[in-house]
């Protein structure tokens, strides 16, 4: 029986060493061969977005590689796609509208030998760049405006924002450019410190990585909305584990860290260890009944109308202060939730929950800029809208960064700032 089995696993070696040297056969580079490969022969297409999907019927040909297809935009630029002969589709993008237009496609050998070319006539769906900008939605915020659009496909897109406005007796035009791929994104042109009777106009326009744009898309203008950060001077903290309203402080005197930093107008960076640090002491504040949530609570010392907050984390990222160091990661607090203090019916009422999302392809140097500008957010992000008055705010932070948001390892805190205005 073991003499049967050995034979039968030689067998089985020696065949998929047979099928390998088959393989590398194909992938061989071949100089001398000038022979071109048979047609495709396509079976249907797909419309797609912006493009579309050839389902093809390769030739019989023991040296094939692989599968293009060439499409020239109507600048005359071409774009080339490709894809493996083991399987039975290729998917072409770029299309800058919904008209129809020709597609080559050509099946290739491992000599580089293209067959003769296959005119394909396709007519592609609404492109994906022009379903982003007719998507996009822009409203008003305080000292800001935000863009809000959809991106079905997740392709990279550049989205240009021109906006106008009146400053100082003189007419200015700007324009700020962002680049992104998510499925739904939201950014925002921050730092206009307007009167709401300055009105601002806002025009975008959409390009895709295959170099079409949309044309300028007016967004007519909007009123932005104003508030003034709330001076910390009268701000006073609760002491650590004392309660307020059923909520106890949190302990963030640990280790380097101490509560009051949090308030004192000055960041950490990376040499003066300017943050709160719970030692892993969450919840009631004991260190036995983990670490996540705690809460940070602030006495106003007067009441105010809250609109938006910056948030800045832990940096320790060294003395030159150019490393990302801790940054959007680690023992930092990557979500929370807001509350205010209701009079009427003595207790927290909560406001909203904030996600920070982590920056993707920054250097380490870009890293600490951001983090030192902090991270913004309103009360009411999808509709931007003061808080009623109150003269408590609560900031419970809920998960670290860490694990896509999941892990509850948050210790730190370097910074909270608050917008709003007054209330007499």
């Not at 493009?51 to 023991?62: M, V």
């Not at 405006?145 to 959809?150: G, Y």
């Not at 960041?267 to 004991?286: A, E, P, Q, V």
Request: with cysteine; charged share 25%; net charge negative.
């Amino acid at each position: 029986m073991k003499s049967t089995n050995l034979k039968l696993l030689y067998i089985t070696l020696a065949s998929l060493l047979l099928f390998s040297c088959e393989e590398l056969e194909r992938f061989k580079p071949n100089s001398d061969d000038g022979n071109a490969p048979g047609k495709v022969t396509l079976k249907t297409y797909k419309a797609l977005f912006g493009g579309a999907r050839f389902f093809y019927t390769l030739p019989d040909d023991e040296d094939l590689m692989s599968v293009e297809a060439v499409y020239k935009n109507p600048k005359g630029k071409a774009f080339t796609f490709a894809a493996s002969y083991f399987v039975d589709s290729l998917d072409v993008y770029g299309f800058p509208s919904s008209d129809e237009y020709t597609v080559q496609l050509f099946a290739v050998d491992r000599a580089g030998n293209r067959s003769e070319a296959l005119d394909v006539r396709v007519t592609p769906l609404e492109p994906a760049f022009s379903r982003v900008a007719n998507s996009m939605e822009v409203k008003p915020g305080f000292s800001s405006f935000f863009l809000d659009w959809t991106n079905e496909l997740k392709q990279n897109i550049n989205v240009y924002v021109d906006f106008t406005f009146n400053q100082d007796g003189a007419t200015r035009t700007l324009t700020s450019v962002f680049s992104s791929n998510l499925e739904e994104d939201r950014r925002f042109v921050n730092d206009l410190f307007l009167p709401p009777t300055e009105k601002v106009g806002v025009k975008v326009r959409v390009e895709d990585m295959y170099g079409n744009i949309t044309e300028t898309i007016d967004k007519g203008s909007i009123s932005l909305f104003e508030d003034n950060k709330i001076p910390k001077s009268e701000w006073v903290l609760p002491n650590p584990n004392d309660s307020v309203g059923g909520v106890p402080m949190v302990f963030g005197n640990g280790l380097e860290g101490r509560n009051r930093y949090v308030i004192d107008d000055l960041i950490d960076r990376g040499d003066n260890l300017n943050f709160m640090h719970t030692n892993s002491r969450g919840k009631t504040g004991r260190t036995a009944d983990g670490n996540m949530p705690w809460n940070f609570i602030i006495d106003l010392g007067g009441y105010y109308e809250l609109s938006r907050i910056i948030t800045v984390q832990r940096h320790s990222g060294g003395l030159a202060n150019i490393a990302r160091g801790q940054y959007y990661r680690n023992e930092n607090v990557g979500m929370y939730n807001m509350y205010i203090w209701d009079d009427a019916t003595s207790s927290w009422e909560f406001v909203s929950q904030n996600k920070i999302i982590v920056p993707q392809g920054l250097t380490e140097l870009e890293f600490v800029k951001k983090g030192e500008a902090g991270d913004m957010a309103y009360m009411y992000p999808d509709e931007p809208a003061y808080t009623k008055p109150t003269r408590w705010f609560r900031y419970e932070a809920v998960k670290s960064f860490n694990g896509n948001y999941t892990l509850e390892d948050g210790n730190c805190l370097s910074e909270i700032t608050l917008y709003g205005k007054k209330r007499n």
